[in-house]
Protein backbone atom coordinates (compact mmCIF):
# COMPACT_ATOMS: atom_id res chain seq x y z
CA UNK A 1 0.00 0.00 0.00
CA UNK A 2 0.81 3.68 0.15
CA UNK A 3 3.53 4.85 2.96
CA UNK A 4 5.73 6.89 3.97
CA UNK A 5 9.08 6.13 5.27
CA UNK A 6 12.68 7.35 6.55
CA UNK A 7 15.66 6.05 6.09
CA UNK A 8 17.77 6.61 9.32
CA UNK A 9 15.88 6.33 12.42
CA UNK A 10 18.58 8.45 14.41
CA UNK A 11 20.66 11.41 13.43
CA UNK A 12 23.44 13.18 15.85
CA UNK A 13 25.34 16.12 14.77
CA UNK A 14 27.26 18.74 16.03
CA UNK A 15 25.69 22.33 16.85
CA UNK A 16 26.51 24.55 14.22
CA UNK A 17 26.65 21.56 11.62
CA UNK A 18 24.13 21.38 9.54
CA UNK A 19 21.13 18.38 9.45
CA UNK A 20 20.17 16.72 6.76
CA UNK A 21 17.02 14.58 7.77
CA UNK A 22 15.82 12.31 4.68
CA UNK A 23 12.09 10.61 3.80
CA UNK A 24 10.97 8.43 0.92
CA UNK A 25 7.71 8.31 -0.23
CA UNK A 26 5.69 5.89 -2.73
CA UNK A 27 2.56 7.89 -3.39
CA UNK A 28 2.91 9.68 -6.51
CA UNK A 29 -0.73 11.02 -6.03
CA UNK A 30 0.69 13.28 -3.04
CA UNK A 31 -0.59 16.87 -3.42
CA UNK A 32 1.76 18.05 -0.25
CA UNK A 33 4.15 17.18 1.65
CA UNK A 34 5.06 18.32 5.30
CA UNK A 35 7.45 18.34 7.80
CA UNK A 36 6.53 17.89 11.55
CA UNK A 37 8.89 17.78 14.72
CA UNK A 38 7.89 16.14 17.81
CA UNK A 39 9.58 17.15 20.57
CA UNK A 40 9.23 15.02 23.99
CA UNK A 41 5.76 14.99 25.83
CA UNK A 42 4.65 17.10 22.84
CA UNK A 43 2.19 16.63 20.00
CA UNK A 44 3.35 17.40 16.26
CA UNK A 45 4.68 20.65 15.32
CA UNK A 46 4.20 21.79 11.74
CA UNK A 47 7.83 22.98 10.44
CA UNK A 48 7.44 23.54 6.50
CA UNK A 49 5.32 22.09 3.64
CA UNK A 50 6.03 21.71 0.10
CA UNK A 51 3.61 21.47 -2.97
CA UNK A 52 4.05 18.84 -4.97
CA UNK A 53 4.35 20.53 -8.00
CA UNK A 54 7.90 22.37 -6.21
CA UNK A 55 11.39 20.81 -5.74
CA UNK A 56 12.70 23.68 -3.39
CA UNK A 57 11.08 25.39 -0.70
CA UNK A 58 12.93 27.50 1.81
CA UNK A 59 11.79 28.90 5.51
CA UNK A 60 13.91 30.06 8.47
CA UNK A 61 16.62 28.08 8.85
CA UNK A 62 15.19 24.61 6.76
CA UNK A 63 14.98 23.77 3.53
CA UNK A 64 12.99 20.97 1.89
CA UNK A 65 14.06 19.51 -1.16
CA UNK A 66 11.36 17.05 -3.23
CA UNK A 67 12.97 14.94 -5.89
CA UNK A 68 9.83 13.57 -7.64
CA UNK A 69 11.97 11.69 -9.84
CA UNK A 70 13.23 9.61 -7.17
CA UNK A 71 10.44 9.87 -4.85
CA UNK A 72 12.69 11.32 -2.37
CA UNK A 73 11.96 14.50 0.53
CA UNK A 74 14.52 16.07 2.46
CA UNK A 75 14.89 18.60 5.26
CA UNK A 76 17.57 20.80 5.98
CA UNK A 77 18.52 22.39 8.95
CA UNK A 78 21.21 24.72 9.14
CA UNK A 79 23.43 25.61 11.91
CA UNK A 80 21.63 22.94 14.17
CA UNK A 81 20.80 24.20 17.33
CA UNK A 82 20.36 22.06 20.78
CA UNK A 83 16.83 23.31 20.47
CA UNK A 84 16.32 21.29 17.00
CA UNK A 85 16.73 18.19 18.93
CA UNK A 86 13.32 15.92 18.36
CA UNK A 87 11.47 13.42 16.32
CA UNK A 88 10.92 14.79 13.46
CA UNK A 89 8.36 13.15 10.83
CA UNK A 90 8.05 13.93 6.84
CA UNK A 91 4.15 13.27 6.18
CA UNK A 92 2.12 13.12 2.71
CA UNK A 93 -1.46 14.70 2.28
CA UNK A 94 -3.20 14.15 -0.68
CA UNK A 95 -5.98 15.89 -0.32
CA UNK A 96 -9.11 13.61 -0.10
CA UNK A 97 -7.84 12.20 3.79
CA UNK A 98 -5.40 12.90 6.41
CA UNK A 99 -1.92 13.31 6.46
CA UNK A 100 0.20 10.12 6.48
CA UNK A 101 2.77 9.72 8.69
CA UNK A 102 6.34 8.61 8.14
CA UNK A 103 7.95 6.74 11.43
CA UNK A 104 10.39 9.31 12.18
CA UNK A 105 14.39 10.39 12.56
CA UNK A 106 15.42 11.22 15.88
CA UNK A 107 17.54 14.30 15.60
CA UNK A 108 20.66 14.65 18.70
CA UNK A 109 22.60 17.81 18.47
CA UNK A 110 25.70 17.60 20.42
CA UNK A 111 27.02 20.55 22.50
CA UNK B 1 -8.99 28.08 23.32
CA UNK B 2 -5.55 29.24 21.96
CA UNK B 3 -4.89 25.46 20.94
CA UNK B 4 -5.84 21.61 20.59
CA UNK B 5 -7.23 20.64 24.38
CA UNK B 6 -7.39 17.10 24.78
CA UNK B 7 -8.59 15.10 28.20
CA UNK B 8 -7.46 13.31 29.96
CA UNK B 9 -3.96 13.62 29.55
CA UNK B 10 -3.23 10.18 30.92
CA UNK B 11 -5.48 7.34 31.62
CA UNK B 12 -5.20 4.40 33.46
CA UNK B 13 -7.66 1.59 32.85
CA UNK B 14 -8.05 -2.21 33.23
CA UNK B 15 -8.30 -4.38 30.59
CA UNK B 16 -12.01 -4.72 29.07
CA UNK B 17 -13.30 -1.46 30.27
CA UNK B 18 -14.92 1.40 27.98
CA UNK B 19 -12.83 4.52 27.59
CA UNK B 20 -13.31 7.45 26.25
CA UNK B 21 -11.41 10.65 25.13
CA UNK B 22 -12.14 13.83 24.44
CA UNK B 23 -10.69 16.48 21.91
CA UNK B 24 -11.62 20.44 21.80
CA UNK B 25 -10.04 21.89 18.90
CA UNK B 26 -9.08 25.35 17.56
CA UNK B 27 -12.57 27.09 17.20
CA UNK B 28 -13.43 27.60 13.23
CA UNK B 29 -11.06 24.57 12.20
CA UNK B 30 -13.40 21.99 10.21
CA UNK B 31 -10.98 19.55 9.92
CA UNK B 32 -10.29 16.95 13.09
CA UNK B 33 -7.70 13.88 13.17
CA UNK B 34 -7.56 11.52 15.60
CA UNK B 35 -3.79 9.39 15.42
CA UNK B 36 -2.29 7.25 17.92
CA UNK B 37 1.53 6.39 18.78
CA UNK B 38 2.86 3.84 20.56
CA UNK B 39 5.98 4.55 22.03
CA UNK B 40 8.83 5.42 19.85
CA UNK B 41 6.66 5.04 16.77
CA UNK B 42 5.43 7.31 14.56
CA UNK B 43 1.71 8.13 14.40
CA UNK B 44 -0.85 5.91 12.78
CA UNK B 45 -3.76 7.24 11.32
CA UNK B 46 -7.07 6.82 12.78
CA UNK B 47 -9.74 8.99 11.47
CA UNK B 48 -10.93 11.88 9.99
CA UNK B 49 -13.34 14.14 9.58
CA UNK B 50 -13.62 17.16 7.63
CA UNK B 51 -16.98 19.65 8.34
CA UNK B 52 -20.40 17.88 7.62
CA UNK B 53 -18.58 14.94 5.23
CA UNK B 54 -19.18 11.47 6.05
CA UNK B 55 -15.87 10.84 8.14
CA UNK B 56 -12.83 8.66 6.94
CA UNK B 57 -12.79 5.68 9.36
CA UNK B 58 -10.22 3.54 7.19
CA UNK B 59 -7.61 3.74 9.68
CA UNK B 60 -9.66 2.38 12.82
CA UNK B 61 -7.49 -1.14 14.03
CA UNK B 62 -11.03 -2.50 14.82
CA UNK B 63 -14.80 -2.32 15.71
CA UNK B 64 -14.30 -1.69 19.30
CA UNK B 65 -12.46 1.59 18.58
CA UNK B 66 -15.09 4.46 17.44
CA UNK B 67 -15.42 8.32 17.32
CA UNK B 68 -17.64 10.88 16.76
CA UNK B 69 -17.84 14.87 16.24
CA UNK B 70 -20.71 16.27 17.81
CA UNK B 71 -21.85 20.11 15.94
CA UNK B 72 -18.56 20.07 13.94
CA UNK B 73 -16.51 21.08 16.90
CA UNK B 74 -15.60 18.42 20.15
CA UNK B 75 -14.83 14.96 19.40
CA UNK B 76 -14.75 11.89 21.00
CA UNK B 77 -12.53 8.75 20.43
CA UNK B 78 -14.66 5.68 22.31
CA UNK B 79 -12.50 2.35 22.76
CA UNK B 80 -14.47 -0.40 24.10
CA UNK B 81 -13.04 -3.95 25.47
CA UNK B 82 -10.06 -1.98 25.93
CA UNK B 83 -7.52 -4.41 25.18
CA UNK B 84 -3.28 -3.98 26.36
CA UNK B 85 -1.80 -3.28 22.78
CA UNK B 86 -4.43 -0.37 22.78
CA UNK B 87 -1.91 1.22 25.57
CA UNK B 88 -0.43 4.33 23.39
CA UNK B 89 -0.87 8.01 23.14
CA UNK B 90 -3.62 9.28 21.25
CA UNK B 91 -3.35 12.58 19.34
CA UNK B 92 -5.83 14.63 18.09
CA UNK B 93 -4.94 17.25 15.54
CA UNK B 94 -7.12 19.83 13.54
CA UNK B 95 -6.51 22.12 10.63
CA UNK B 96 -8.72 25.13 9.35
CA UNK B 97 -10.17 23.14 6.37
CA UNK B 98 -9.43 20.05 3.90
CA UNK B 99 -6.99 22.53 1.82
CA UNK B 100 -4.62 23.61 4.36
CA UNK B 101 -1.71 21.24 5.50
CA UNK B 102 -1.13 22.86 9.00
CA UNK B 103 -1.90 20.92 11.36
CA UNK B 104 -2.36 21.47 14.92
CA UNK B 105 -1.97 18.75 17.51
CA UNK B 106 -2.57 18.33 20.76
CA UNK B 107 -0.52 17.20 24.27
CA UNK B 108 -2.20 13.83 23.39
CA UNK B 109 -4.09 11.49 25.81
CA UNK B 110 -1.80 8.58 27.37
CA UNK B 111 -3.65 5.67 27.44
CA UNK B 112 -2.45 2.74 29.78
CA UNK B 113 -4.36 -0.14 29.62
CA UNK B 114 -3.57 -3.08 33.34
Known amino acids: GESVGLHLPTLSVQEGDNSIINCAYS??????FIWYKQESGKGPQFIID?????DKRQGQRVTVLLNKTVKHLSLQIAATQPGDSAVYFC??????????FGSGTRLQVQP | GAGVSQSPSNKVTEKGKDVELRCDPISGHTALYWYRQSLGQGLEFLIY????????KSGLPSDRFSAERTGGSVSTLTIQRTQQEDSAVYLCASSRDRANTEAFFGQGTRLTVV
Open chain 1, 50 to 54: IRSNM
Open chain 1, 91 to 100: AEYTGRRALT
Open chain 2, 49 to 56: FQGNSAPD
Open chain 1, 27 to 32: NSASDY
